[in-house]
């Protein structure tokens, strides 16, 4: 008897393919009372609403071959098809399919903002693929929940190409993330003011297609501690175990502080692969916090382009509460909040316990901060005196205005000099006591730091010509990331690698989607 997940042929049409029977998230309450739009839904995970298909004009704008094949199991064909174009637009759903939205709640900016959840996207189902991988397949910008509070569900193409971009882009950097599958647009209209400024433009509607295990952020926990629905955070706290972190028992009565310790320190390495990478996520609030360590929802998303450690990717942001260098600690506040959602479920001793995992989150994760910047300057063993050395690079780069991205892949090209000490950045690339080769050092360096990432100009040039029908730059710049680490002839042709033209440092990015 063949088995869920078992390996098979890539599927070449949608007749084919098929979402799991069996979705997990069909344990845990859903809200069944279809399409109204609520502010107050209690008790329930999900509520089951369908999604609103796009209408007018739809065509594909791009689409991840490396998600189609290798999560999805799906002929890179497929992409060719209309019937697919008609999935990603809400057209067409596959057999199996079981539509709902998250609740959730959060804090923005500092402060708790009671119930969120998901307002213009559909989790359609979970699909096993042959590798025994269980995916959670969801639309965003499908129209309406019982979550859209105010907003017409929709998501224009500026914001869904960025979303498709990064999300992919971060995969092959190496950076954990959900994914993305495709991307569509409509001549569907809708308004948005893009800088909050009183000036609302027209834009196209777009959806994108997105993976991910799960969906849960922090304040998925957050919402039911709030608002005293205690029996549904126990359950959903004993779900996530029992589905995420397979190495605790659900026995064990010590099972959610464990639960706790693994979400902060998968976190915290996430934060450390967005500081090696100069990735600014623009917008940590806990809603936008996955519970399995993944970066999710790319909206003002930024990476530095000349080193700021004040670099704010969000032009909404103008406190800087979400600066590059601001990150670790604010995410360590955003675990903090987690902890206190934790709490109705722990024993006065195991709050104790919680306090003391706490007290020690910014030494962990400064450290693995500082090991990630030892192995992008080629150091294998951390020594006494390195923090204050990748400190003096920095500072360096920031006196200087070097470009991040191309001043730590050009360092691999250094040389390593004769000399006994580390005191100077550019000499303090070790090949280390052991013997290792020049070349051995050099390897390792160019595998963490990459010739390319999805800087803002780049993103802004594509949207433009999307926005004209000319997906050209798109798909390119996709294909392009999808080997960020290694030297492409056209890429440098066009400059992708290069400081940004001096008209880039005007451009703005706004929460606005």
């Known amino acids: 008897m063949k088995m869920e997940g078992e390996s098979s042929p890539l599927k070449r049409n949608l007749t084919e393919w098929r979402f799991s029977q069996y979705p997990k998230y069909i344990l845990l309450p859903i809200d069944e009372n279809h399409d109204q739009i609520k502010s107050n839904i209690k008790n329930v995970v999900f509520s089951e609403v369908t999604p609103r298909p796009l209408e007018r004009n739809i065509r594909l704008v791009c689409a991840s071959q490396d998600a189609l094949t290798n999560i999805l199991d799906m002929d890179p064909d497929i992409a060719n098809r209309e019937e697919f174009t008609e999935f990603i637009a809400g057209r067409k759903l596959p057999y199996g399919a079981l539509p709902v939205a998250h609740r959730y709640g959060g ?30 397949v969801q639309l965003k910008g499908s129209g309406q929940t019982p979550y859209a509070r105010v907003h017409d569900g929709r998501a224009v193409l500026r914001s869904a190409i960025r979303e498709m971009i990064a999300s992919e882009a971060c995969y092959f950097l ?46 998925s926990l957050e919402i039911l501690s709030r608002t005293g629905e205690i029996a549904v955070l126990r359950q959903l706290s004993d779900f996530i ?38 990735f600014t996520h623009g917008l940590l609030n806990t809603d936008n916090m996955s519970l399995i360590g993944l970066t999710v929802d790319f909206g003002p998303f930024g990476f530095v382009d ?16 979400y600066a590059l260098a601001k990150q670790p600690d604010v995410v360590v506040w955003n675990i903090g909040q987690l902890a206190n959602a934790l709490k109705p479920l722990l024993t006065s001793s195991q709050q104790v316990h919680m306090s003391h995992i706490l007290k020690t989150l910014d030494t962990y994760c400064k450290n693995k901060i500082l090991e990630t910047f030892l192995m992008k300057i080629g150091l294998k063993e951390e020594q006494w005196g390195d923090e204050q050395l990748v400190e003096k690079l920095l500072d360096m780069m920031q006196q200087t205005g070097a470009d991040f ?56 040039e594509a949207i433009v010509d999307a926005e004209q ?24 042709k066009r400059g992708f690698s290069a400081q940004p033209p001096q008209w880039a440092y005007a451009l703005k990015i706004s929460c606005s989607s």
Request: aromatic share 10%.
């Open 107 to 136: 804090h923005q900016y500092g402060l708790w903002v009671g119930q969120l959840g998901d307002g213009r996207a559909h989790i359609l189902g979970e699909y096993v693929n042959r590798r025994g991988e269980r995916w959670q």
């Open 174 to 219: 190496g950076i954990p993330t959900t994914r993305a599958v495709g991307l569509v647009v409509s001549d569907e209209a809708i308004v948005r003011d893009v800088y909050y400024n009183g000036c609302p433009r027209r834009e196209r509607a777009a959806v994108v297609l997105r993976l991910s295990p799960n969906w849960f952020r922090f304040g």
């Open 241 to 278: 175990i029992k589905e995420y972190f397979p190495d605790i028992q659900l026995s064990d009565e010590n099972r959610f502080i464990r639960m706790f310790s693994e979400i902060a320190h998968k976190t915290l390495d996430l934060v450390a692969k967005w500081q090696g990478l100069g």
């Open 306 to 321: 000349s080193y700021d450690g004040g670099y704010v990717s969000n032009c909404s942001d103008g406190e800087g509460r």
């Open 405 to 460: 991205t191309a001043t730590f892949r050009q360092l691999a090209e250094v040389g390593v000099l004769p000399v006994n000490s580390r005191d100077c950045a550019v000499t303090a690339v070790d090949a280390s006591s052991s013997g290792m080769f020049e070349d051995e050092r050099r390897r390792r360096m160019l595998s963490v730091n990459p010739v390319y990432v999805p800087r803002n100009w780049l993103l802004h």
């Open 469 to 492: 029908d000319d997906y050209r730059k798109v798909r390119f710049l996709l294909e392009v990331l999808r080997n960020p680490f290694e030297v492409q002839p056209e890429a440098e």
